[in-house]
């Protein structure tokens, strides 16, 4: 029952998110560092960090910090920043969307070029196109984005002046400035993205092609892109879409460097900056809201499954 | 069993690896400068018959900072395979063989580890226990345990269902025996694939650590520490970054090609479907 | 302070030729907050200081300078100021300033339940400070602050940057006492925080200027540009291309990375000056190996600061041996004072202390490039000297707690240039009972540090030579050199300065439109230069 299924995979789903959260408490709290010196700054008065932590209830016993962040949470109330006093969830709906916007361009993009062409490679295999693939996929697995960040900015912004270096816009504010600004940050992922996506689907386009019945549609003289599209993508994408699914579940989580060399106020710089920073509540809630989207993306790609694979119900 | 042949590719793949492994451990032995020594009086000099690939900002010899970085880099990357791989395996195999309460429980925990971005994971754990290599290698282990974890279950999954496995069972052997024996073998061509990416996802992941500057302390480098370190140099002096950069790249292209020439030989369904060659 | 180029004022049309040009200024790191003094760092001081004001400001000579208060008057026994307002000022909100504002945000710092950090500088409790003992309105345009003793560093401490006594109108606060958004006197109000992104300033037209010329935080605070929008830009490699790509303006404390790039940029000016600040290195003096003075001593003995502060290239930093600049110790004392690097005794003291290969752990942080450097030095200098040493980078959270806990071994460490000696060395120089952050305790130190908090201006240099000589017999804090402050500035800006405290000020500051409405033209210029730099690899 495809009901059953997706009941299962939430109750599944939740029991997950219970988990990462308690997790995510617990380090937190381990890493050394106490967010009321930070507030409090470098002024070495006890009493003064004393009473700071005191109103941020982090002297109570860590259980009883535990029930408060679980029964917050159970309410729909993710705290607020140490830091800033600024409503978690808040913080949270101001990041991600730049964070999406990036990695869902970038993710559909790369995709719409990485299988085909990995499709096409695992048709020539062998031959001067398909090494020439597993070539450039190798080459760009091997640049951090980092670096390919940086080199980018040099071209496109300095050298030639094209493409602003800096300034996020959000796309609802103004869609042409966004999509610019977007050009470099979401060009960068793609790089990264585009060559896992074509080797694994060259690798499970590999596995398809030697099973029988396509050879047999092709000994019957069926046109190569036939074969390719209706027989071989079907069976072949399935696995691709796993690994597409893993893939936007962690991206969507954050994608520190990209925002970092970019200036992109994303979910990933949000987490990392708070972790610096102490900012327990922030890093709860962030990493809860990311393996959230995590758990729904690969639900998703599990019905998907699902749906391209009847097999997977039973 | 046949010849254990690579192919072009995978003898391709082989050989830049061990270029590279040969280099580190040439490092070992002898080395043209001290890669530690501060010379400043030769910061950043071009590539020239005293330093062939040239000094940092710190006058340190490029190339034997290469050398020394990899060390660093690939004792990261295989002790992170290699750990990653001795609990990742047993510990999916036993789940898959084992089922039931203690299978539906294990992986909760573990989707819930894999729910989060591993470099995320690893920049919390290194806060905890400090930059140090058994810092990074215990980060990266537990990010990316998860995920081979998930592999090794579902290959032993199906294999529960064929017909050996079952037949062990009513012989009465123990579960330790069978899952040793018989899943764990069967899962290991599968994990060797998997075991060049991660491999290259250790070696990128240690670099975006420096980069976020919870990489390895100084002074013993890292091919990702040295590109990190050398990207405000860019335009000056490229050499910082683009030895370091191409050390790792041909690491990670003889990784992908040995690793892609692995999966067509040793991958047991391809064996059989793919015949010959 | 040095300057590279000059500070082009022939550009063509000047600055009101185009219609109200931006002025575009980097931010390494967000605001922490809005309410000045509560809830701050280093950024978000000197963003404030353009949106508030206090009675009285630093000047360009680090004294107390008349801000919100034109002028002043202490009693005989030195315990009462009364400090007279300037006429006309007004809030942000159009509310005219009057002596209630004052006490009210006054009584808000001073109230426990706000939080100041740094309320112990007036509450009695602080091991230095003095105790407020009452704060009036004489009339509307007169507040008398009454204190329990006099404290020759009053108006100092009113005037300090950190631990800054805004003057806001209630409204910045919600009806149920939390803080919503600065209302204040400054030239510019907070006209917008994207957080993240940038934050942004608007001239606040009803700004009254004060009489006196500009100088430091204090005088006639003119702002030319209307908006000045400060970008949060991250990383510095991303910084430079900014300012070279001409999409900032100003870039508040360049990496010294970027320096040789920038110098050979025809648009850019660069500002570089030794600030205030002091880069140390702090030894363990409580616990383990490193309680022993000897070697503490030996230690010292081998780090070359000469070496250290070319820790990084491109940018000479002069040495700062002392919390403060040695021309404001007293000459007679510090030719006295021994140095501390003394590379032919580093064997003797070692073996004097007995040291047996002990390890030995500097902390540092990597969050800040140039302490990093300075590690990797230092590292290679005791090792050279034969001292088990290593690196341990962390984050600066863990640094700091380390810091505070005095959990480190050597740490590379760096103070916030203050501007009156007693006041930085009180940063460092203080009893463990009261305070957790103390470095030097020494009771002879405490002593002089006693004495130096009490005493009249007149007396500080020998004071203070004699607490550097305290200090380098206790040898826990090595003084390595005053960091530089590099300031990128286009040359489309006209009117930027530095000065001694190193913080930017965008009063003053205009902007030559064209600069801006040309990018296309100008990066097509700079195609053609830079094709000929053979910048790009």
Redesign the interface.
Same mark, same amino acid.
């Given at each position: 029952m495809m009901l059953t299924f997706i009941l299962r995979r939430v109750a599944q789903g939740l029991l997950t998110l219970a988990i990462a959260g308690t997790a995510v408490f617990l380090l937190i709290r381990v890493i050394p560092g106490d967010p009321a010196q930070m507030l409090v700054g470098d002024v070495g008065d006890p009493a003064m960090v004393a009473a700071t932590r005191a109103s941020l209830g982090l002297d109570r016993p860590l259980p009883e910090q535990w029930l408060l962040f679980a029964s917050d949470l159970a309410n729909g109330d993710l705290g607020t920043s140490i830091m800033t006093g600024q409503q978690v969830r808040e913080v949270i709906m101001q990041a991600f969307p730049v964070t999406a916007s990036v990695v869902l361009l970038a993710t559909a993009i790369a995709a719409l070029i990485g299988i085909p062409a990995g499709m096409w490679a695992a048709w020539r295999q062998g031959r001067a196109a398909d090494y020439l693939l597993v070539g450039i996929t190798s080459v760009l697995l091997s640049v951090p984005t980092f670096w390919s960040g940086l080199i980018v900015l040099v071209i496109f912004s300095v050298k030639l002046g094209w493409l602003p270096a800096l300034g996020y816009v959000p796309l609802g504010e103004d869609l042409r400035a966004g999509l610019i600004a977007l050009i470099m940050p979401v060009g960068v992922l793609v790089l990264a993205e585009l060559a896992t996506l074509a080797r694994m689907m060259r690798s499970s386009t590999l596995e398809v092609l030697r099973l029988d019945y396509i050879t047999s549609a092709q000994a019957r003289g069926v046109a190569p892109w036939a074969v390719l599209l209706r027989h071989v993508f079907r069976n072949a994408f399935a696995p691709t879409m796993t690994t597409l699914g893993l893939m936007l579940g962690h991206l969507l989580g954050g994608v520190v460097v990209i925002e970092k060399i970019f200036g992109l106020p994303g979910i990933g710089r949000l987490l990392v900056d708070s972790i610096v920073q102490r900012d327990y509540p922030i890093v709860q809630g962030c990493l809860l809201f990311v393996a959230f989207i995590f758990v729904i993306v690969n639900l998703i790609v599990d019905l998907l499954y699902a749906a391209l694979d009847p097999r997977v119900r039973v | 069993m046949r010849g254990f042949k690579l192919g072009m590719?995978g003898t391709g793949g082989a050989l830049l690896l061990g270029f590279m492994v040969l280099l580190t451990l040439a490092g070992l032995v002898v080395m043209p400068h001290d890669p530690? $020594?501060?010379d400043?009086t030769q910061?950043?000099a071009a590539p020239s018959a005293a330093h062939w690939l040239g000094t940092d900002?710190?006058g340190r010899d490029v190339l034997s900072r290469v050398m020394l970085g990899g060390r660093g880099s690939l004792l990261v990357a295989s002790l992170t395979v290699l750990l990653t791989v001795a609990i990742g395996l047993p510990f999916g195999a036993l789940v898959a063989y084992v089922g039931g309460w203690f299978e539906r429980l294990s992986m909760?925990?573990l989707?819930?580890?894999?729910?989060?971005?591993? &470099?995320?994971i690893a !920049? =919390?754990?290194m806060?905890?226990i400090?930059?140090s290599t058994s810092g990074v290698v215990m980060a990266l282990t537990i990010a990316y345990t998860p995920g081979v974890v998930r592999v090794t279950r579902s290959v032993a999954l199906s294999l529960r269902e064929t017909g050996f496995v079952q037949a062990s069972e009513v012989l009465g052997w123990s579960t330790a025996h069978v899952v040793c024996r018989h899943v764990i073998p069967n899962c290991i061509a599968p994990i060797a694939v998997m075991g060049a990416s991660l491999f290259?996802a250790a070696l !990128?992941a240690e670099? $975006?650590l420096s980069?976020? =500057?919870?990489g390895l302390?100084?002074?013993a480098p890292t091919w990702?520490g040295m590109?990190?370190d050398g990207?405000?140099? &860019?335009?000056?002096a @490229?050499w910082l @970054?683009?030895f370091p950069?191409l050390a790792?790249?041909?690491?990670? /292209?003889g990784c992908? /090609?040995l690793g892609?020439a692995l999966?067509d030989r040793l991958d047991p369904?391809?064996r059989s479907? =793919?015949g010959s060659t | 302070m040095f300057m590279w180029g000059c500070l082009c004022f022939a550009g063509p049309g000047g600055a009101a030729a185009n219609a109200e040009p931006i002025l575009r200024v980097a931010l390494a790191s967000d605001l922490r907050s809005t309410n000045p003094g509560i809830n701050r760092d280093s950024v978000t001081d000197w963003v404030m200081t353009h949106v508030v004001e206090g009675l009285v400001a630093t000047n360009a000579e680090l004294a107390p300078a008349p801000m919100l208060a034109e002028s002043w008057s202490v009693s005989d026994d030195g315990r009462e100021y009364t400090f007279r307002l300037r006429p006309d000022v007004k809030f942000q909100n159009g509310a005219t300033l009057r002596a209630a504002h004052v006490v009210w945000s006054w009584r808000r710092m001073l109230d426990p339940q706000t939080r100041w950090p740094c309320r112990s500088w007036y509450d009695g409790n602080g091991d230095s400070g003095v105790r407020i003992d009452a704060i009036q309105a004489v009339d509307e345009h007169t507040v008398r602050f009454r204190l329990r003793e006099p404290d020759p560093l009053f108006l100092y401490r009113l005037a300090d940057v950190q631990c800054h006594v805004a003057i806001i109108h209630p409204e910045s606060l919600d009806a149920n006492g939390n803080w919503r958004w600065p209302i204040g006197t400054g030239p510019y109000r907070l006209k917008e925080w994207r957080r993240g992104r940038y934050v942004e300033l608007e001239r606040f037209d009803g700004y009254s200027l004060a009489a006196q010329p500009a100088s430091g935080f204090a005088g006639r605070k003119e702002a030319f540009v209307r908006n000045v929008r400060l970008v949060v830009i991250p990383d510095a490699s991303s910084a430079k291309l900014a300012v070279l790509s001409g999409e900032i303006d100003i870039w508040p404390l360049t990496a010294a990375e970027a320096l040789p790039e920038l110098r050979r940029d025809s648009h850019v000016d660069l500002l570089q000056e030794a600030s205030r600040d002091w880069s140390v290195l702090l030894m363990q003096n409580r616990s383990g190996v490193m309680s022993n003075p000897a070697l503490r001593a030996a230690i010292a003995s081998a780090l070359d600061p000469e070496l250290i502060s070319q820790s990084t290239m491109h940018a000479s930093r002069p040495l700062r041996p002392y919390g403060v600049p040695a021309e404001e110790i007293a000459p007679d004392i510090l030719a006295r004072i021994p140095p501390a690097y003394q590379p032919q005794r580093t064997q003797e003291l070692l073996r004097q202390a007995g040291y047996k290969g002990e390890l030995i752990e500097i902390d540092v942080s990597r969050e800040t490039g140039s302490y990093f450097n300075d590690a990797i030095v230092v590292h290679a200098l005791l090792v050279r000297a034969g001292i088990n040493a290593r690196v341990r980078s962390m984050d600066w959270a863990t640094q700091f707690k380390r810091y505070l806990g005095h959990e480190y071994q050597l740490s590379l460490f760096g103070y916030t240039g203050r501007a009156t000696g007693p006041m930085m060395y009180s940063v460092f120089v203080c009893d463990p009972v009261k305070r957790v952050n103390c470095v030097v305790h020494t009771p002879r130190a405490l002593a002089i540090m006693g004495e130096l908090n009490t005493s009249s201006p007149q007396r500080w240099p020998v004071l203070m030579g004699e607490l550097e000589m305290e200090i380098a017999h206790d040898r826990s804090i090595i003084g390595l050199y005053a960091p530089l402050r590099i300031t990128t500035v286009r040359r489309s800006v006209v009117g930027y300065e530095t000065w001694a405290l190193g913080m930017p000020r965008f009063w003053g500051v205009r902007v030559d439109a064209p600069g801006q409405t040309t990018a296309v033209a100008k990066r097509l210029a700079r195609v053609s230069a830079a094709s000929g730099q053979g910048t790009w690899p």
């Open positions: - | 590719a530690i $020594a501060l400043f910061r950043l900002q710190f909760t925990v989707d819930a580890l894999l729910a989060f971005p591993s &470099l995320l !920049l =919390g754990i806060a905890v400090g930059p290259a !990128l670099s $975006a980069f976020l =500057g919870v302390p100084p002074p990702g590109l990190a990207r405000p140099f &860019l335009s000056e @490229s @970054s683009l950069g790792i790249a041909v690491s990670l /292209l992908n /090609l892609d999966r369904r391809m479907a =793919g | -």
